[in-house]
């Protein structure tokens, strides 16, 4: 295991006849040179291959309740101790942690810790899980790896917060280490991942088959519903059927409210009646567990048998408020299961938000 550092080599990269060296993480499939760096801002190469400059290093850790995430059928009411790195593969226009995703400056990564560290500290404050979020964790893939491994030695699950932009070998080597997923489904067109990400929707889908039908990880899904861009009926329609068919009825689904920010600021908030539209329209199509986030929605935030329609888990926010499953995740009306990972009982984190300080610890 790699000991915490500034630069380390990396695998998934070759080199092209005109002597610059392609990063095959991704799709973006960036071209460098010596000394350039990628999109992703961390990949650089250096002495002819392709390095991550920013192994070992964080721009910060924090606990979280789990549907946070959003992860609202993994371990729910449990703590998950999250934290980033900096840059990012794609350049989403409404990115909400664009201060991070977008950082081009070192001192964001303030905080230092190795894969144990971060494992056994997890650990001592209570944490059933650690999440790699705020920016996605594919592009410090070789970190993310490496304190899975430790985390689980420890007994403690692994979240991973992410676009699903990612080639298939390291789309491979990295869910074999995770225990749940989130994958940001950001739209359902083209046009939008291009003009709006800079990036492709194919790869997403396939990430999110890939998922469904060659892992074992828990994944939910979550779209932000921006006005104009991806919220009109067709869009919604197509995106829950291709869910349905490809991916089943049991993946849930977030419909998040944007709020304007980095270079989307002239756009309005999206309303709760448009999430609430959004939410009917993948239940119509057939999936089960659908839900509105970013708003206080107790109807929209809250899990229910989709036998029977018994409330399974009342959520207020962050606070679980009813819990009405069995010892093995089963509606207590009517028996039927629940999809999701779940233990006997509840987690009591509720909404707190803690921040750690990793050099104090």
Same mark, same amino acid.
Request: charged share 20%; glycine share 8%; proline share 4%.
């Given at each position: 295991?790699?000991?915490?550092?500034?630069?380390?080599?990396?695998?998934?990269?070759?080199?092209?006849?005109?002597?610059?060296?392609?990063?095959?993480?991704?799709?973006?499939?960036?071209?460098?040179?010596?000394?350039?760096?990628? &999109?992703?801002? +961390?990949?650089?190469? $250096?002495?002819? =291959?392709? !390095?991550?400059?920013?192994? /070992?290093?964080? @721009?910060?850790?924090?606990?979280?309740?789990?549907?946070?995430?959003?992860?609202?059928?993994?371990?729910?009411?449990?703590?998950?101790?999250?934290?980033?790195?900096?840059?990012?593969?794609?350049?989403?226009?409404?990115?909400?942690?664009?201060?991070?995703?977008?950082?081009?400056?070192?001192?964001? &990564?303030?905080? +230092?810790?190795?894969? $144990?560290?971060? =494992?056994? !500290?997890?650990?001592?404050? /209570?944490?059933? @899980?650690?999440?790699?979020?705020?920016?996605?964790?594919?592009?410090?893939?070789?970190?993310?790896?490496?304190?899975?491994?430790?985390?689980?030695?420890?007994?403690?699950?692994?979240?991973?917060?992410?676009?699903?932009?990612?080639?298939?070998?390291?789309?491979?080597?990295?869910?074999?280490?995770?225990?749940?997923?989130?994958?940001?489904?950001?739209?359902?067109?083209?046009?939008?991942?291009?003009?709006?990400?800079?990036?492709?929707?194919?790869?997403?889908?396939?990430?999110?088959?890939?998922?469904?039908?060659?892992?074992?990880?828990?994944?939910?899904?979550?779209?932000?519903?921006?006005?104009?861009?991806?919220?009109?009926?067709?869009?919604?329609?197509?995106?829950?059927?291709?869910?349905?068919?490809?991916?089943?009825?049991?993946?849930?689904?977030?419909?998040?409210?944007?709020?304007?920010?980095?270079?989307?600021?002239?756009?309005?908030?999206?309303?709760?009646?448009?999430?609430?539209?959004?939410?009917?329209?993948?239940?119509?199509?057939?999936?089960?567990?659908?839900?509105?986030?970013?708003?206080?929605?107790?109807?929209?935030?809250?899990?229910?048998?989709?036998?029977?329609?018994?409330?399974?888990?009342?959520?207020?926010?962050?606070?679980?408020?009813?819990?009405?499953?069995?010892?093995?995740?089963?509606?207590?009306?009517?028996?039927?299961?629940?999809?999701?990972?779940?233990?006997?009982?509840?987690?009591?984190?509720?909404?707190?938000?803690?921040?750690?300080?990793?050099?104090?610890?």
């Amino acid at each position: 295991m790699i000991q915490a550092t500034t630069a380390v080599k990396t695998r998934y990269w070759h080199i092209l006849n005109d002597g610059r060296v392609q990063c095959d993480l991704c799709p973006r499939y960036c071209k460098l040179r010596e000394g350039q760096r990628g &999109l992703c801002f +961390v990949r650089m190469c $250096q002495d002819g =291959a392709i !390095v991550l400059t920013t192994y /070992g290093r964080s @721009s910060g850790f924090c606990i979280d309740p789990v549907e946070k995430k959003p992860l609202n059928h993994f371990l729910p009411g449990t703590a998950v101790m999250s934290f980033g790195t900096a840059g990012c593969n794609l350049a989403c226009k409404f990115c909400q942690n664009w201060n991070i995703s977008k950082s081009r400056e070192t001192d964001t &990564l303030a905080d +230092v810790a190795s894969p $144990q560290k971060i =494992a056994r !500290v997890a650990k001592d404050m /209570g944490c059933h @899980s650690v999440a790699f979020t705020y920016n996605d964790p594919v592009i410090f893939h070789e970190y993310a790896i490496d304190i899975a491994q430790a985390c689980h030695e420890l007994d403690i699950r692994t979240v991973a917060v992410s676009a699903g932009y990612v080639c298939a070998k390291p789309r491979q080597e990295f869910y074999a280490h995770m225990d749940a997923a989130n994958i940001d489904l950001k739209a359902f067109s083209e046009r939008f991942y291009k003009k709006i990400c800079g990036g492709e929707l194919k790869p997403v889908l396939e990430t999110l088959e890939y998922l469904k039908h060659k892992t074992n990880v828990w994944f939910e899904t979550t779209t932000l519903i921006i006005p104009g861009e991806n919220d009109s009926d067709e869009e919604l329609q197509e995106m829950t059927q291709w869910m349905v068919e490809h991916i089943g009825v049991d993946v849930p689904m977030h419909f998040s409210a944007f709020h304007p920010d980095w270079k989307m600021m002239d756009y309005p908030s999206t309303s709760e009646a448009s999430l609430s539209r959004a939410r009917d329209i993948a239940m119509g199509n057939g999936v089960r567990y659908v839900y509105t986030g970013n708003v206080r929605d107790r109807v929209g935030g809250s899990t229910y048998c989709h036998h029977c329609a018994q409330l399974l888990i009342g959520r207020d926010g962050y606070v679980l408020s009813a819990w009405n499953l069995d010892q093995q995740g089963r509606c207590k009306q009517c028996a039927t299961p629940c999809a999701g990972v779940f233990e006997p009982r509840p987690g009591t984190w509720g909404a707190r938000r803690q921040p750690v300080n990793m050099a104090a610890i």
